[in-house]
């Protein structure tokens, strides 16, 4: 059973927020060839990543309400099932079109686990506490992208591209028996009617018209977007231009994607002695100054593995900050709404990195410039929206 502050609560909940890295990162380097099975475009395979982050966008705004009203524990369990189908149909896919089709279904069993086990630490703690709680999670959670991409690589090396969805499966059941042994109800009490639709746009008018909440909310976004900006143009980057061979992409992706953990940790100990504020603050400073450094860089042609790594690990290290303290500080002043809050701020957060990732295919040009340019843009965007939203306001506190 979960109990607050033990370390089988972070053990549990990593095992579930864990399925958005899964169920991105493990599959990168297999874009490739995903486009050279089917005949088709990089751009057409990268949709498939464009297509999971907007059924995630779309899932939470139902899966918080339903997580309101019959629990967390019963809908993580119906996601987890809707999600073990998805990634069999993954599988067995015969064209990019079915795929696509299969992976935006997928997307709304794996939100289940995303917005319920964020919601799970919300019924647990208070907002100071949430954040050390968020952080230490992120830590352990952070190793799931930095480790799905070497699994992936070696995958599509092997057994070829669908064994990265076989995976994908395997780990769902897995997680479904962690639910089923350890996982009891945390929701205080039922919202019976959070599944009306008037409750719930009057659910959500509470959390968008909250000035404070929105200070937080709509940064983290910007933030979170930039690295699936990153993550859409990874394999490009790497396969393509730098020539590294696919089972070696993850060397690369890993030594990016390490610096999150590292923040989540950073941020998770940083709360003891300092503000909320002042983590958040920092984490979307260091993300708006790497977006900028790394676009620079690739505009002047100086293109190699430091000048991709180096910017983009401070970059990530910047999502580990914002992450625990912007979840924390959204979800805080709305406990008796903590389900449908998580869902609003999680469908903004994968709606806007929807809208980063097909940018970057779009506007595919054979460079490295399409991710570059979008990874600075949304990081500057984060800090400037954090700061006029709190123009005159005070900081926040513990």
């Keep these: 059973m979960l109990r607050p502050n033990s370390a089988l609560v972070v053990g549990v909940l990593a095992t579930l927020v864990a399925f958005g890295p899964i169920s991105t990162d493990l599959y990168l380097p297999s874009l490739p060839a995903i486009a050279a099975a089917f005949d088709r475009p990089i751009g057409s395979a990268q949709l498939t990543l464009s297509a999971f982050l907007a ?31 998805a990634s069999i149909g993954c599988a067995h896919a015969t064209s990019i079109e079915e795929l696509i089709v299969y992976r935006f279904i997928q997307a709304f069993g794996a939100c289940g686990p995303q917005v319920l086990g964020r919601a799970v630490v919300r019924d647990l ?58 996982v009891q109800e945390t929701m205080p009490s039922r919202v019976e009617t959070a599944l009306d639709l008037r409750a719930i746009f009057v ?33 490009y980057i790497v396969i393509n231009i730098l020539a590294v061979p696919t089972e070696h992409f993850a060397r690369y992706f890993g030594a990016v994607i390490l610096g999150f953990p ?40 100086v293109v190699n593995g430091w000048t991709v790594v180096l910017p983009m690990f401070g970059y990530t290290i910047a999502v580990g900050l914002v992450n625990p303290s912007g979840i924390a500080s959204v979800l805080a002043p709305f ?64």
């Design 125 to 182: 703690h208070e907002r100071a506490e949430a954040t050390r709680m968020l952080g230490y999670i992120g830590a352990i959670m952070g190793f799931a992208p930095v480790l799905s991409p070497f699994i992936g690589g070696y995958f599509v090396v092997w057994f070829g591209w669908a064994a990265n969805f076989w995976f994908m499966a395997g780990y769902s059941a897995f997680a479904l028996i962690v639910v089923l042994v350890f």
């Design 262 to 301: 590292i923040g989540a940790f950073l941020a998770g100990r940083l709360s003891i002695r300092f503000t909320v504020e002042s983590i958040f603050f920092t984490g979307i400073v260091l993300a708006a100054v790497s977006g900028t450094v790394f676009a620079a860089l690739m505009a002047i042609d």
């Design 203 to 235: 659910s959500f008018g509470r959390v968008l018209t909250h000035r404070e909440a929105l200070s937080f909310g709509v940064p983290f976004c910007f933030v979170y977007a930039g690295m699936f900006a990153f993550f859409t143009g990874s394999s």
């Design 335 to 398: 406990p008796d709404i903590a389900g449908k809050t998580s869902a609003l701020l999680g469908a903004a957060q994968m709606g806007l990195s929807t809208v980063a990732s097909v940018a970057v295919g779009l506007l595919h040009d054979g460079t490295a410039m399409p991710t570059a340019n979008g990874v600075a843009a949304v990081g500057i965007a984060a800090l400037v929206s954090h700061v006029l939203v709190r123009s005159g306001r005070p900081a926040a506190r513990h």
């Design 55 to 85: 059924g995630i966008a779309m899932a939470q705004l139902f899966v918080g309400a339903l997580g309101d009203q019959f629990g967390r524990r019963p809908t993580m369990l119906v996601a987890l099932v809707l999600y073990f189908g």
